[in-house]
């Protein structure tokens, strides 16, 4: 009913940039808390970033002052811009969003598919 789907992940020098997309789509009526999480190989996942319905933004402290979370509530769509890139920043990325799907519904967990970043020269 649902579907998050990610993009613009790929392969970035360190010192570089890389946006990162998310597209929610289906029977959506209200999406409340976005986020983003990464998780890297051999290590758990990890919250990146969070975004409420009203804008307020919250960052891991790995990547605060290089990552910016933003999103556009009216295309049901949350960006992750990123700056400064290091190596240790290379995961794969995935979306995470509560969304309700009908009027008086609670919303729920979903979970986008992941996009991978690598920083490496």
């Known amino acids: 009913q649902v579907l998050l789907v990610e993009s613009g992940g790929g392969l970035v020098q360190p010192g570089g940039s890389q946006r990162l997309s998310c597209v929610a789509s289906?029977?959506?009526?209200?999406?409340?808390?976005m986020r983003w999480y990464r998780q890297a190989p051999g290590k758990e996942r990890e919250l990146v970033a969070t975004?409420?319905?009203?804008?307020?933004?919250n960052y891991a402290d790995p990547v605060k002052g290089r990552f910016t979370i933003s999103r556009d509530n009216a295309k049901n769509t949350m960006y992750l811009q990123m700056n400064s890139l290091k190596p240790e920043d290379t995961a794969v990325y995935y979306c995470n969003a509560a969304i309700a799907t009908m009027r008086f519904f609670s919303s729920s967990d979903y979970w986008g598919q992941g996009t991978q970043v690598t920083v490496s020269s």
């Open positions: 975004i409420t319905s009203g804008g307020r933004t």
């Open positions: 289906g029977r959506i009526f209200r999406i409340d808390d």
